[in-house]
Structures are given as C-alpha cells and as structure tokens.
C-alpha cells in the first residue's frame, strides 16, 4: 500500500554506501509525500531505513507514524557532503500490532530508492545499524563490521561481530534528531596493526568535544567511551586523529558502539 505524489522521474544510479557495498538502484525523484503500510505481530520500536541519493543541501522531512505527532528528520547538510548513494535510519517509537501507517512529507521535492524496516527488540540501535551521513578518510574508506584494511574486526586476540572499521585522518557523521539519550563504544588499533599505529579518538556532538581516547597505539587496552545528554543533539561526529607521526597503520576500530534510545 505505498503511495507517493509529485512530479516525479526514474533515474538509476551506481554507488557505494559510506561503510557499505556498491550497489545499482532505481531512485524515484520529485517526490513531494510518500506514505505506506507495515505489519507487526506485536507492538514495539521499528528501525526504518531508507535509502536516498544524496546532493546540493541533501533533505529535510517529516515523519508521521499512525497520524501522530510530526517527527523531523534532518538529512541536510554537514561535514562531508559528497554526493552519492546514503542510507539512513530513524527510531519509529510505539508501534502498534497489527497495521502501521508511516506518512512522508518533503520540505522540497526530494527522492528514494526503497525502505526497510525491523523490530528493535533493545533500547538501543548498534552503531554498525545507524546510517552513515558523511563519511571521509585520507586512506581507504570507511568499514562496517570490517576493520579498515577489510579483515574481521579484531582488538588484541578479542574478535567482534560488530563495529565501524576507519583510517586516519577521518570523521564519520551521524543524524541523531534528538531521539536518543546516550551513546557508548570502545576504541583500539585493530590488531591488523601488529602493534603499530596511533590515533587519538573523539566524539564530537552539534559542535563540541564529548570524549576522548587520548592517545593509543596497536599495544594500548580498549578505550571505553560514554556521551550522555543526547537528548537534543542533532549531529555526531566520530573523529579519528593521526598523533601528529603520520597515518602509516593508524587503523582504528569502533566496537560495541550503543546509541540509547530516551
């Protein structure tokens, strides 16, 4: 049951997703509303994602769930701003069982490629599930559940099924729009490295520093991270720093990351 109004056009495109695949998809362009229907067999949080072709200002939405209270959704401009193919995700709160109505309203004619949607049985989101907005780095490209050369993510002898795998210099952003009250990860050189590498880790909200590894190398234990009082914050930045010796090995992962729902 979708539905979509404006004056929109087809176009196919080829790109990668920051962290993701390359892929092909048909983008639908133009589009002023969308609306459409999910099932759920009982009620709860639904992650959404949708992929979107990102260029010039990129998008500003709203979100209605069931005809509830309008939810924006900032997709504009940032750090990076590259464009390309994006994916991005957004928190739909209280879903009912049975029969959803999500409604879509564009700030200016926007496009789409498709939407997905999955229960969230946590009060979390795990970072490697939050969609990428910008995403640069000096060597490479960004990794999920990847380290940053494309081996399996690896702190020491400790393996994880889960991450977001960088290089320095790098910053990867992310959309909060104020729906969650907490973020937490652990920092290290992957052990790729040998031991080699050093990076100086931080977390940066809506313009400030949070938190900091200080500096580490490929021997330094995991660095835990906490950022509380999300509760308005519209950006993050993930920032990985080279140590002022250069960038040769500075592979630095980002496992466990948690962002708390408020």
Known sequence: RYAASGATTNEERYGRIPGGRKLKEMFVKGLETEQFE????????????????????????TLKLNGGADMPWDLGKGQGNAPGIRESSFVLRNAVAGTNVVSVRYAAPGNCAGYRLEPLATNWVDLAQWGVLNAMQTKGELQKCRSAGGTPLQVGKAPY????????????????????KAFEVTVAVDAVTDGRGTVICSINVDGQ??????????????????????????????????????????????????????
């Open 209 to 262: 520093e949070k938190a900091t590894s200080g500096l580490i190398n490929g021997f330094s234990k995991p660095v835990a991270l906490k950022v509380d009082g999300l509760e308005k914050a519209r950006r993050m930045l993930l920032i990985v720093k080279d140590a002022g010796d250069g960038n040769a090995d500075d592979m630095a992962d980002w496992v466990e990351g948690r962002l708390y729902l408020k």
């Open 161 to 180: 099924a889960t991450g977001i795998g960088s290089h320095a210099n790098a910053f990867i952003e992310y959309p909060l729009d104020g729906q969650f």
């Open 38 to 61: 999910f099932q759920l067999d009982r009620p709860g949080d639904v992650l959404l994602s949708r992929r979107w072709l990102f260029s010039d200002n990129g998008q500003s939405l």
